[in-house]
């Protein structure tokens, strides 16, 4: 398909004469985020001025979001705070003590500890951990070229944050990343909002999507955000209760005689198997399950199911014990009312590449596996870190695991096991580079040309190079071609240029442009129209239709179809701890960015006034606050955002920045979920009392 070209004003790369010459050029952020901003980068005499957001693109609008703006006019271009060149440990592991090295001692070093390791247990005793520090396609996938071509274990990114939601959605769509396109809003009359917090973590959809529709906009969320305020209903459910609440729903709409009973009959299987499930959930019963007043409930049901309507399902909402039966519960709420594939109806949990065509396996050479890879998931990785016989190697890349992942205290005991030879490649010296033998300094995004596919809207963008990275450091594929030449690898895929591989991947696209082109627009949409998933009324499941009741999923040791379950409330003055998405940093990135920092204050714990007062505390006193796995001190915010019961406290802060050197996941125990061996954080359970 031609891509659009929609004229826009014709500032990318232009030069503007005077005696200081400022040149504009377009990017595009590569951060794990929803919205995918377009950018403007200034330069002046080669050196980079001011990041900005870009002006034409439909998204930023000119507007980058507060946590980027800081961080990447801040740390992000900040030399002295950059890694500028690979280094060796000399101190104790997690002292943060190291030496500089040149590349190639540092690639040989790691070639020879490599091939240790291989040589006594294997190449699966070399783990590697990875994820969404940059979602750019050459920075997050050639790098897999090389732990194939090495047989490392793989610890499976998606179960930090959302494979839990995929699996479910896999049972009942058959697919979990072809979401609705947000443009066919335009089209919609209400938009469900569940589980997600759009002014957090996609603020740009918060403050456009979301703000400038006519459609009503109905938002299930614990916790009174900023999104939540502004929708038309907020339906408070307590945490991993909303599969109660969606039936309770489904009562409604059946009662009423809501159902679409021609994409019923067409469309779904199972529909009479889980009706007597529906009958029993009567708002009553709902209203006690969930703690979702009745006449909300209703209301919300009748609007939903009129329609047309968008049902975005929040990576929020299945980080809970029972995420994945939650997500097929609510996956409901479209197939019974008819709400799928035509305009303005719809269901998101992520875009995946869909129609864009991009080829990520030919970016991983996934021909280069000589076997199986073996994999675990992240609630595994502190004890597989633990034991000398299973690992012997550790990389860490594009991810900060000592912040960003569970059991934090035992992951660092293990991360600090002298005969574990681990190395580091990121932007930072990062709680996790702290313990690595070896530390790989890598560009940043401004400093290499990537592509960038959004997950929630269907553009293809440019990460253009504007300058050069600091001192020695070097985007992520060239670092992969050295280690590859450093294990003496032959394989022409292990070293195939950047460019080559962005030209092949376009051109296989089909899209009808190339990478010059998309440098020079920096966005393309290549879907001026909606596009409508499913409208053809099949589904990539093995009956093709929406699978209610799923023999996969019976198969795989699940209900067959999904249940009107709550987690049982937390017993004797226990709370349900949240901690998702701040406004203010983005996952762990913005974590040492000192303008980030003080907009942040000191790390907090949100409360119920109710609460406070029964815990004898008081708004802004400190608190400890403990689970099975550690304890954290927090200052206590009273805030009608949450219900009594439950306790917010934002992710993200880097643990050697905090008075105790851990963060809010020295509390989280690696719980996981029902489902893709994903992590239920939002399920974590903590006491609460003075410090
Ligand atoms: N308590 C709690 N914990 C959570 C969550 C939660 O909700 N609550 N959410 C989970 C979720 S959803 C996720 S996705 C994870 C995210 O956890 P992480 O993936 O650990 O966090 P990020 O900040 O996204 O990225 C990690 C690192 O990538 C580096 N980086 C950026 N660009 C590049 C690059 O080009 N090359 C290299 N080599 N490195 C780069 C950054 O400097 C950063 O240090 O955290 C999980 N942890
Ligand atoms: N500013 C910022 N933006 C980000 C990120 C960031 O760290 N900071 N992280 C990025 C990443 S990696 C991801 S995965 C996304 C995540 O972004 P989201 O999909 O928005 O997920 P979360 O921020 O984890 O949580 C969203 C909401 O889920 C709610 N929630 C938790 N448990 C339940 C439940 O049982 N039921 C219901 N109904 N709601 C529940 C929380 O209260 C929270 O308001 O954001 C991305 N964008
Ligand atoms: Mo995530």
Redesign the pocket.
């Known amino acids: 398909m031609r891509a659009n070209s929609t004229p826009r004003s014709a500032r990318g790369r232009a030069r503007y004469p005077g005696p200081i010459v400022t040149e504009q050029i377009r990017t595009s952020c590569p951060?794990?985020?929803?919205d995918g901003c377009g950018i403007v980068v200034e330069r002046t005499a080669g050196r980079v001025t001011r990041v900005l957001g870009d002006p034409d693109h439909p998204v930023s609008r000119g507007k980058l979001?507060q946590?980027c703006a800081l961080a990447y006019n801040g740390v992000w271009r900040d030399p002295e705070a950059r890694l500028q060149r690979p280094l060796r440990r000399r101190g104790a592991k997690g002292s943060g003590s190291f030496e500089p090295i040149s590349w190639d001692d540092a690639v040989a070093e790691i070639a020879a500890n490599l091939e240790r390791a291989i040589q006594s247990h294997g190449p699966q005793s070399i783990f590697h951990a990875h994820y969404?520090g940059t979602c750019s396609l050459l920075a997050g996938e050639f790098p897999m070229r090389f732990f194939h071509r090495l047989g490392a274990t793989h610890v499976e990114p998606d179960t930090i944050?959302?494979n839990a939601g995929h699996a479910a959605l896999g049972y009942v769509f058959g697919t979990s990343t072809d979401g609705f396109d947000p443009k066919t809003i335009a089209d919609s009359r209400c938009v469900m909002v569940?589980?997600?917090?759009?002014s957090?973590?996609?603020?740009h959809a918060h403050s456009q999507w979301l703000r400038e529709t006519s459609a009503l906009v109905i938002a299930?969320?614990?916790?009174r955000?900023a999104s939540a305020e502004w929708a038309d209903i907020h339906l408070q459910?307590f945490?991993?209760?909303?599969a109660a609440l969606a039936f309770g729903m489904l009562h409604v709409i059946r009662r009423e005689g809501l159902i679409d009973e021609a994409f019923v009959s067409a469309h779904t299987l199972g529909w009479e198997e889980i009706e007597p499930l529906v009958e029993a959930s009567t708002p009553q019963r709902t209203e006690e399950l969930t703690g979702v007043p009745v006449a909300a409930m209703e209301e919300a049901a009748r609007r939903y199911a009129a329609g047309p309507s968008l049902l975005w399902l929040?990576?929020?909402?299945q980080?809970?014990p029972r995420g994945g039966n939650?997500m097929r519960a609510c996956a409901l709420l479209p197939a019974i009312t008819g709400n799928l594939g035509k305009p303005g109806a719809g269901v998101c949990y992520l875009n995946g590449d869909g129609p864009r065509n991009i080829d990520f396996d030919y970016v991983g050479a996934e021909q280069l596996k000589r076997g199986p890879i073996p994999a675990i998931g992240h609630m595994d990785l502190a004890d597989a870190l633990a034991d000398p016989e299973r690992s012997r190697a550790f990389f860490c890349w594009n991810m900060n695991v000592a912040a960003s992942a569970p059991r934090q205290r035992e992951l660092r005991n293990a991360l600090s096991r002298e005969d574990l030879f681990a190395v580091v490649i990121d932007l930072f010296q990062t709680d996790t580079a702290d313990f690595a033998d070896i530390v790989l300094p890598a560009a940043s995004f401004l400093e290499f040309d990537d592509i960038v596919t959004p997950y929630f809207h269907l553009y293809v963008s440019a990460q253009v190079k504007v300058e050069d990275p600091p001192g020695e450091a070097l985007p992520n594929p060239e670092i992969f071609r050295r280690l590859s030449r450093a294990m003496g690898y032959r394989e022409p895929e292990l070293y195939e240029d950047d460019r080559a591989i962005l030209d092949v991947v376009l051109a296989r696209s089909g899209l009808g442009f190339d990478f010059d082109e998309l440098a020079e627009r920096g966005t393309i949409d290549p879907f001026p129209e909606p596009v409508i998933r499913f409208a053809d009324g099949r589904f990539p499941t093995p009956s093709g239709r929406v699978e209610i009741a799923s023999a996969s999923a019976e198969a795989d040791g699940h209900p067959r179809v999904p249940q009107p379950d709550v987690d049982p409330r937390p017993a004797d003055g226990q709370f349900r701890l949240?901690s998702?998405?701040?406004?203010?940093?983005?996952?762990d990135s913005y974590g040492n960015d000192a303008n980030v920092l003080s907009k942040l204050g000191p790390a907090c714990v949100y409360l119920n006034p109710e609460d406070v007062k029964a815990l004898a505390l008081a708004d802004g006193q400190m608190a400890r606050v403990s689970s099975q796995t550690g304890e954290i001190e927090l200052r206590v915010r009273a805030s009608e955002i949450v219900a009594r019961g439950v306790a917010?406290a934002h992710?993200?802060r880097w643990p050697k920045g905090e008075p105790g050197a851990s963060n809010v996941n020295v509390l989280n125990a690696g719980e996981r979920s029902d489902m893709g061996e994903s992590s239920s954080v939002?399920g974590t359970l903590v006491r609460i009392a003075t410090a």
């Open positions: 951060r794990d985020c929803y979001c946590k969404t944050c959302n569940w589980g997600a917090n759009p957090a973590s996609a603020t299930v969320d614990p916790v955000h459910p945490p991993g209760s909303d929040g990576q929020g909402l980080r809970q939650v949240l998702p998405a701040s406004v203010w940093l983005m996952n917010l992710k993200g939002h």
